[in-house]
């Protein structure tokens, strides 16, 4: 799934899931590319040391997560490990369910958790296999409407996708909750930035890029890896900042009258 196209309807479809986690798989662990069959740890897009510096910065260990389409992501484990103290696994495959111990659940109706119980919802690819879904793009705003609901006023909606914002960016804002969102961009792990000096980073560098007034990314940016990941941070508005901006807004509108 490069470049933020769908590359195969299969990928929103559970049947595809789990035929994919039944397979045997020839690597134990793994972070890009194929695989994550068997039972076998698979990260998709990033693992947890390339994230950990964002993550770390905007959630506290206490914070409740929900991970989005977990398969079998060592993520949540090492999150875990690193302090965090409570991460609920989702995913739409019976499957790699079984295989993980945690829920199976379609993320289009998580009618399971109540308004406002999460405080970051993480999401690495899951979005993007919603896009290849016979009923997407319908299938994502759903999704991104159950997002909206369980999150808490003031959390966030982290999203590690391929979809750069010209694709991803307005179906975000439909959302109708996530009022701010800022951009993070991340070489894949197998890039390395070569500098004019010849000195290359095995380490992927985390860059955040500010949008345009329209969502864009600025007209002279360039990826520096075509491949690059997209990290959306989307907050939804404290209870309090919404109050204020609807009496702002009221105020606005008796003053133009």
Aim: charged fraction near 20%; include cysteine; charge should be negative.
């Amino acid at each position: 799934m490069g470049g933020g196209e769908c590359r195969s309807n299969d990928y929103g479809a559970a049947a595809y899931w789990d035929a994919r986690y039944s397979s045997p798989s020839p690597s134990s662990t793994a972070t890009t590319g194929g695989g994550g069959g068997g039972g076998a740890f698979f990260d998709w897009y990033q693992a947890y040391p390339a994230l950990r510096p964002l993550l770390r910065a905007r959630l506290p260990a206490s914070s409740r997560v929900l991970m989005l389409g977990c398969g079998n992501s060592l993520l949540s484990e090492d999150m875990v490990k690193d302090g965090y103290e409570e991460v609920v696994n989702v995913d739409i495959s019976s499957v790699v369910i079984e295989q993980m111990r945690e829920k199976h659940m379609d993320v289009r109706d998580m009618s399971l958790f109540g308004d406002g119980t999460f405080d970051c919802v993480l999401d690495k690819g899951t979005l993007d296999a919603m896009m290849c879904g016979d009923d997407a793009p319908l299938g994502a705003s759903k999704m991104l409407a159950e997002v909206a609901r369980i999150l808490r006023p003031g959390g966030i909606y982290m999203l590690i996708t391929y979809g750069c914002p010209k694709e991803r960016v307005q179906l975000l804002y439909q959302a109708g909750s996530h009022k701010k969102i800022e951009l993070y961009i991340m070489p894949t792990p197998g890039y390395q930035l070569k500098w004019s000096k010849g000195v290359s980073l095995a380490q992927p560098i985390m860059e955040e890029v500010s949008l345009t007034v329209d969502g864009q990314l600025p007209p002279d940016y360039v990826l520096k890896d075509p491949e690059s990941h997209f990290i959306y941070i989307c907050k939804k508005p404290d209870a309090a900042n919404e109050a204020n901006s609807v009496v702002a807004n009221e105020g606005e509108t008796i003053t133009s009258k």
